[in-house]
């Protein structure tokens, strides 16, 4: 008896819910709406809008997760097009071309600049480069020779560039070498005449350029006013007369006046940049003058600076 009013209450909950359902309510039931996204398109994007408003069951536009509705003026899908399960949007980052410094990369050398890694270009750690700070050489790269003083006993001065000796006499508070200078630098100097080697007896013949730094350090060439003191007490014969060079022709300098003039070269003041002594013919003379063309002349020595 249970079992058949059971079954009758079952058959009449059925009649009563298809009684009161339509059949759209019901397919709605068993099959309930996808939730529906919204896209709403940037406004750089590239898709083309949706053209005409239409509109659809507020039903169908529900999100499902958050149960909210879609903003005003959104596209509802057309009516009967298949619901999206994804949808997929284009997003486009922006960002502006930044500037970095070109990376530095080393030879496998250390050094703290550019030139350094130029000049050790190539040379890897197994090579010639320098291995510790003990055994490293710093190149300093001077244009010039190392300054080097003469050595000075008594009145007697040794020109350690070369071991010359020469002997020192004092001429008012001035300190002169007593012959001339007979150093001789890789260039500028002038010796050779008829495969003799006239330096060797009239001291060095050099051009103005060279002559003005040719003295041993801590010396230089005479003043005017150095020449006329020292002119005043020394005999005619103390003056070297060793004659000169005439560089006009390059190839073949002309030597010329041995025994008859003599020259030394000064610091320059106004236009007299040496010193003549003119002896021949029972004629003497001394006398300043400017250089006439390119010549090269004694230099006698004086101790100091200007």
């Given at each position: 008896m249970k079992k058949i009013t059971t079954f009758l209450g079952c058959v009449g909950v059925v009649c009563l819910f298809s009684g009161c359902s339509s059949e759209d309510d019901l397919g709605k039931i068993i099959t309930p709406s996808a939730p529906v996204a919204e896209v709403v398109p940037s406004s750089d994007s590239?898709?083309?809008?949706?053209?005409?408003?239409?509109?659809?069951?507020?039903?169908?536009?529900?999100?499902?997760?958050?149960?909210?509705?879609?903003?005003?003026?959104?596209?509802?899908m057309s009516s009967g097009a298949a619901v999206p399960d994804t949808v997929h949007k284009q997003v486009v980052?922006?960002?502006?071309?930044?500037?970095?410094?070109?990376?530095?990369?080393?030879?496998?050398?250390?050094?703290?600049?550019?030139?350094?890694?130029?000049?050790?270009?190539?040379?890897?750690?197994?090579?010639?480069?320098?291995?510790?700070?003990?055994?490293?050489?710093?190149?300093?790269?001077?244009?010039?020779?190392?300054?080097?003083?003469?050595?000075?006993?008594?009145?007697?001065?040794?020109?350690?560039?070369?071991?010359?000796?020469?002997k020192l006499v004092t001429v008012g508070s001035t300190r002169w070498m007593d012959s001339n200078l007979k150093y001789k630098p890789k260039s500028g100097v002038y010796c050779e005449h008829d495969g003799d080697d006239v330096?060797?007896?009239?001291?060095g013949f050099y051009t103005y350029g060279i002559a003005q730094g040719i003295c041993p350090s801590g010396w230089r060439l005479p003043t005017q006013e150095e020449v006329e003191a020292a002119d005043a007490v020394?005999?005619?014969?103390?003056?070297t007369i060793g004659g000169r060079f005439k560089l006009d022709n390059a190839e073949s300098p002309e030597y010329g006046l041995a025994k008859e003039q003599g020259y030394i070269w000064i610091i320059q003041s106004g236009n007299y940049t040496s010193f003549r002594v003119k002896d021949y013919s029972g004629d003497t003379e001394h006398t300043f003058q400017s250089s006439e063309g390119s010549r090269a002349y004694n230099v006698r020595c004086v101790e100091g600076t200007i």
């Open positions: 590239k898709a083309p809008a949706s053209s005409g408003n239409s509109t659809a069951n507020s039903s169908a536009v529900l999100n499902s997760s958050s149960n909210t509705a879609p903003q005003s003026g959104s596209s509802a980052i922006k960002s502006s071309a930044s500037s970095y410094p070109d990376p530095y990369f080393s030879s496998g050398i250390f050094c703290w600049t550019a030139e350094c890694e130029t000049k050790w270009a190539g040379v890897t750690s197994s090579s010639a480069a320098p291995k510790s700070s003990s055994s490293m050489t710093i190149d300093i790269g001077m244009s010039v020779e190392a300054p080097v003083y003469p050595k000075i006993e008594g009145n007697v001065m040794t020109d350690l560039r070369d071991n010359q000796t020469y330096c060797a007896t009239y001291g020394q005999a005619h014969e103390w003056w």
